[in-house]
């Protein structure tokens, strides 16, 4: 019944004590979630189940037998696989081959490509992904949702009996979360033991049948899905009350600040589109409908092919990301690891980065001064590390998502420009960042936010625009704006091409 059993884990980095005596168990035909706040341990838990930290202490047993393990390509062979929370893609080989990576030399002497295609078309079929993904793409054209289908192939075509989830719906959209909650009905159906770590309530009251809950690396306990509710699980994550998540002040909108009018892109075309200062505008639609694309573009990381863009009343044409910043724009984007931090740098480097030109202006910058404003952040938001020195690859991933919004929100912009920002945040320091964008644009800041959660953006925004095929298919005021109405347009297909 307990194919897998962990007690005992301890495991500390230095002076942070990741996991303090944590015992889990995970159940045959059983999804058991895994909830915590950023930095609790969830992710440094499953890298021990999967062999790829050392315990300091504790004991693993999986169907039975006491196992350690001292590299995953042992766990894989005993039958466990984790699903990462970041997946690594190898950029220049094709999905066929991404999946079976490691998988490949058993084949035989030469590398029959078409046979893998094959194999790889069949895989995604018999597990609903064909409509998603294509086996011949190559790594680096994946979306983030792709990547991360990828991923989870790659898990499960091993037939695996434990197999641990690492928050795989962070980027995904709507629809490929329906298809992944399918098939981990039918994994758990056919006796898998799951282990799924999700900051999403509503997912974990969808699909668990156990929740065990940690906080600051200690077990909290364990509940069986049908004795607790929302509120007790926050109490056991946050170890308070959470009254509100929303904190809606009333703040003034300006002259616009932002402006597009019929802009082009190579993915979204036709876009008229306005923020005003002190205004949150959300952009609402599938993952697909190009609304990454299009803050990109607004951010000049994307070329504009066509079409008016203003900025403060000004036409601007951004040859790069440094000439909007420049301007006055900060963004975050989707994809943090890859874009928007050094992972090789401190929290404080990170924090600063875009604010070094400002407050540079007498000379120099002291250490001092760095030092101090990282440190606001770190307590503003609650950034868990053990100084602002500590290089950002160490931190917890939603740590590593508030140290992108930290230097935004140091950087003072007219703008900014948020891709999906409370992806793998946890409900506390969502509502944290919540309150900090209310906060900015009653200051005067207007904000263009991207978000898959729809009562993220219904919780949040003052407008709403819809995006469709790389189009924008419909807008509304937040006293319009309900999720059926969202949906009913985000899922238009855009049937006739441009009439003109
Ligand atoms: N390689 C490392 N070196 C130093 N500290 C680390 C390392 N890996 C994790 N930590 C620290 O251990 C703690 C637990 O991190 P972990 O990644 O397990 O959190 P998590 O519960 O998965 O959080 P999140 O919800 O943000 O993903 C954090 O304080 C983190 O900074
Ligand atoms: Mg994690």
Known sequence: MVA????????????????????????????????????AGKSTLLKILEGDYQPDSGQLSLGGRDVSFTDPSQSRAAGLRVIAQEPEIVPYVTVAENIYVGGISKQGFFFDQRGLEKRAAEDLARFGFDRVI????????LSPAQRQIVEIMRAIVDDPDVICFDEPTSSLGDDEVALLFTLIRQLRAEGKAIGYVSHRMNEIFQLADRITV??????????LTTETDNNELVRMMVGRDLSQLYHRQPHETGAPVLELSKVDTDDVSGIDLMVRAGEIVGIAGLVGA??????KAIVGDLPVRRGIVRVNGREVKFASPADSVAAGIGFAPEERKAEALVMQRTVRDNTVLAVLPRIAKAFFVSTATEKSLARRYIEQLRIRTPSTEQLVKNLSGGNQQKVVLARWLAHGPTLLVLDEPTRGVDV???????????????????????????????????????????????DMDREHASEEAILALAMLEVAAPDAA
């Open 428 to 474: 506390g320091a969502k509502s944290e960042i919540y309150g900090i964008v209310e906060d900015l644009a009653k200051q005067g800041v207007g904000i263009l936010f991207v978000s898959s959660e729809l009562p993220e953006v219904l919780g949040l925004a003052d407008r709403i625009y819809v995006m469709a095929g790389g189009r924008i298919v419909g």
């Open 134 to 141: 294509s086996p011949k793409t190559i790594g680096r054209e």
């Open 214 to 223: 940690l906080r600051d690396g200690k077990l909290v306990g364990s509940k």
């Open 4 to 39: 897998l059993r962990a007690s005992g884990i301890g495991k500390r980095f230095g002076a942070v004590i990741a996991l303090d005596g944590v015992d889990l168990e995970l159940r045959a035909g059983e999804v058991t979630a895994i909830m915590g706040e950023n930095g």
């Open 290 to 295: 190009g609304r990454s694309e299009l803050m």
